[in-house]
């Protein structure tokens, strides 16, 4: 082989590696918009006003599966690119895009199940038709992903809080984000960047617990019961809704 011909070959080894580099990130980029799309998706149908949180829940977390089955099939297309070690050296630019679904994923989840998703149930998921995965899942990633689902909760607690029923569920969402955090603080040395997560788990589960804190100060000054409580708060954030609104706007 000359030296021509060997650079000729490092040349088109070097370009193929590009060439897949921004396939992988252009996919990354999509699952990445796809998933956030998920969890604006989810925390809407949740924010709507009904007698029936359950079946609520039970059609948000329908709706949520039906968009991640369109996101795996965005994934689908760079799984030929992403096999054995190919992973773990485009690993980088495919992870932001996973973590993303995964917070999607476990935020449908909860709604459905009230608890966390597992690393295997995230790998199964993470499978097309046939069964075959469409790529690794490490446990940095998973952890990463689940450990940002706080933050989403965080929001569903304050946007659920002055509904009927609101505050138990709040209250619950508490627990189970206090439960996270402790248990991810063990893994924080092992975890590139989990550590900055949990500061933003700390700062979520303490905005659960202020609202929570001043909901049950002003119900103990006035001494109103649970279900008057919720008539009250309930009827506040309506006329805050219609105060919203232009004059002569439909709701």
């Not at 990130?25 to 956030?36: E, H, L, M, Y």
């Not at 949990?198 to 006035?222: D, G, N």
Request: glycine letters at 6%.
């Amino acid at each position: 082989m000359t030296v021509a011909s060997a650079f000729e070959a490092f040349r088109e080894h070097l370009d193929e590696h590009h060439d897949r580099r921004e396939r992988i990130i252009k996919t990354n980029r999509d699952v990445t918009v796809a998933s956030k799309k998920v969890i604006f998706l989810l925390q809407r149908i949740l924010n709507e006003r009904t007698t029936d949180d359950r079946a609520l829940s039970h059609r948000a977390a329908a709706e949520a599966k039906a968009k991640l089955a369109e996101i795996r099939v965005l994934l689908r297309n760079v799984t030929h690119e992403l096999q054995g070690e190919r992973f773990w050296r485009y690993a980088s630019n495919i992870s932001g895009g996973l973590q993303e679904y995964i917070e999607a994923l476990s935020l449908a989840h909860y709604i459905e199940h009230g608890r966390l998703v597992s690393y295997q149930e995230v790998k199964e998921d993470l499978r097309d038709e046939a069964g075959q995965p469409l790529c690794p899942l490490s446990v940095s990633d998973y952890i990463l992903g689940v450990s940002d689902l706080t933050g989403e909760l965080m929001r569903l607690a304050i946007s659920s809080i002055s509904k009927p029923g609101g505050r138990t569920k709040a209250s619950q969402i508490s627990s189970f984000v206090r439960g996270c955090k402790s248990d991810f603080e063990t893994l924080t040395p092992h975890i590139h960047e989990l550590r900055k997560k949990q500061v933003v788990t700390s700062q979520s589960l303490r905005k659960i617990e202020s609202a929570a804190y001043t909901i049950a100060i002003r119900s103990s000054e006035f001494e109103l019961s649970p279900e008057m409580l919720d008539h009250i708060m309930s009827q506040m954030a309506a006329s805050g809704d219609d105060r919203g609104q232009p004059e002569g706007a439909e709701g």
